[in-house]
C-alpha cells in the first residue's frame, strides 16, 4: 500500500462523472475508499455535491456533482462492481447519498465506523478524525467539514484537500481495523452487518451493540 502520509500520487478533479481511464483505473482495485460531501444530512433536501476516492495505490479523484444532476454513469459502474469493495466512514450516510442523488446502489461495502465500533469497545469515541489518529497516526483537519459544498466549480484548495483527505485513509484504516477485528473473533459479526447497510437496529449482534 502506498505511503499515505505524503501528498497523493495522483489528484484530480472531474466535473459530472470519472472519465474512461479513471473509472478503469478504480475497477482493477481490489477495495477503493469512498467518501461524499453534500449541502446537509437529510438525503432528498440536501443534494450531493461531490464524491471523493483513493485506491490502495493513493490515486484520489474528486467529482462535482452539479446542480440537478441525477446521473454519473461511470460513477455508479464503479459503485455496483462486486469485484471492487467501497470503503467508507460511516457508509449509512455515504450510501444513501449515492442512492438519493444519482440513483445508485452500493455494494460490497465496510464501514470503518461499524467496525470501529465493534473493534475499539474500549472508546467511546468513533468519528473518522478519531479512529484515523488511533490507526494510522495522522490528524485530519476538520477545518472545512461545515461549507458550503454546493458551489462546486468555485470548491477552494483548502475543501478539496480535506475531501481528498477524508477518503485517503479509510483504506489503511480499514486494514487495522480487520487486524482487530480478527484478532477479537468479530470478523464475522462486522460482514453480516455490512450486508444489512442501512443499520436497523434489531436482535443478534445489533442487541450487543445498539448504536451502530
Not at 490502495?56 to 462535482?64: G, I, L, Q
Not at 464501514?111 to 472508546?123: D, G, H, P
Not at 483548502?158 to 487495522?176: E, F, G, I, S
Amino acid at each position: 500500500m502506498a505511503d499515505f502520509s505524503k501528498a497523493p500520487a495522483s489528484f484530480v478533479v472531474f466535473d459530472g462523472d470519472l472519465d474512461s481511464d479513471w473509472a478503469n483505473r478504480y475497477l482493477r482495485a481490489s477495495a477503493i475508499a469512498v467518501d461524499t460531501e453534500a449541502m446537509g444530512l437529510i438525503h432528498g433536501r440536501d443534494r450531493l455535491c461531490l464524491v471523493q476516492i483513493c485506491d490502495p495505490a493513493d490515486n484520489v479523484a474528486c467529482v462535482r456533482i452539479g446542480l440537478g444532476q441525477t446521473s454519473a454513469p461511470r460513477l455508479q459502474k464503479l459503485m455496483e462492481a462486486t469485484s471492487v469493495e467501497k470503503v467508507f466512514h460511516f457508509a449509512r450516510f455515504d450510501v444513501a447519498a449515492l442512492a438519493s442523488g444519482l440513483g445508485i446502489s452500493v455494494l460490497p461495502i465496510f464501514c470503518t465506523k461499524v467496525a470501529s465500533r465493534l473493534a475499539r469497545t474500549y472508546s467511546p469515541r468513533h468519528g473518522l478524525k478519531e479512529v484515523v489518529m488511533e490507526l494510522v497516526g495522522v490528524e485530519l483537519d476538520k477545518q472545512a467539514q461545515s461549507s458550503d459544498w454546493g458551489r462546486v466549480e468555485e470548491l477552494s484548495d483548502v475543501q478539496l484537500a480535506y475531501a481528498a483527505n477524508d477518503a485517503r485513509y479509510l483504506l489503511p484504516a480499514r486494514q487495522r481495523l480487520e487486524m482487530m477485528l480478527r484478532r477479537e473473533g468479530a470478523l464475522g459479526d462486522c460482514s453480516a452487518l455490512f450486508q444489512l447497510h442501512s443499520c436497523h437496529r434489531g436482535t443478534g449482534s445489533f442487541a450487543i451493540y445498539p448504536d451502530l
